[in-house]
């Protein structure tokens, strides 16, 4: 169970803003402009850093396990969601089938879902010792 819900919601919102703009950035760098693979390719090396940053931030108030770890994950990417369903798809989208059958999208949920759960295990790990 979620045990900081206010700090929680806030690291949620703070990884939907980093993502956000980390793929406005990529989407308008020049060289990469028209490079869709290879944006996506950055995202995925980049997504790691972004999740293990906000989810070791919610674990300095809250003691990190593997069971916590992956309650985080799932509970920023229902944020991410409510946040996508807000404003992402009806400005930038206009289209929820669209958004939703994209492969990299259900991809960086499960980078989302592994690291964060690996970032639980690993800092409960280290905290034992």
């Known amino acids: 169970m979620i045990k900081d819900w206010k700090s929680a919601t ?22 990469l ?3 869709l693979i290879t944006q ?3 995202h995925f090396l980049i997504l790691p850093l972004l999740v293990i ?30 946040l996508d369903l807000a404003i992402t798809i009806p400005l930038f989208v206009k289209s929820f089938s669209s958004f939703y059958l994209e492969w990299s999208l259900w991809t960086g949920f499960l980078e989302l879902i592994i690291f964060s759960t690996a970032t ?7 905290r034992e010792k």
């Open 33 to 35: 402009k028209d490079m």
């Open 10 to 31: 806030g690291w949620g919102i703070l990884l939907w803003l980093l993502i956000f703009v980390e793929m406005s950035i990529l989407m308008f760098i020049p060289r």
């Open 53 to 82: 940053f906000c989810v070791s931030k919610y674990f300095k108030k809250v003691k990190a396990n593997t069971k916590e770890g992956f309650l985080i994950g799932v509970y920023f990417l229902i944020v991410g969601t409510i």
């Open 40 to 42: 996506k390719i950055l």
């Open 120 to 126: 639980g295990y690993w800092l409960g790990k280290n």
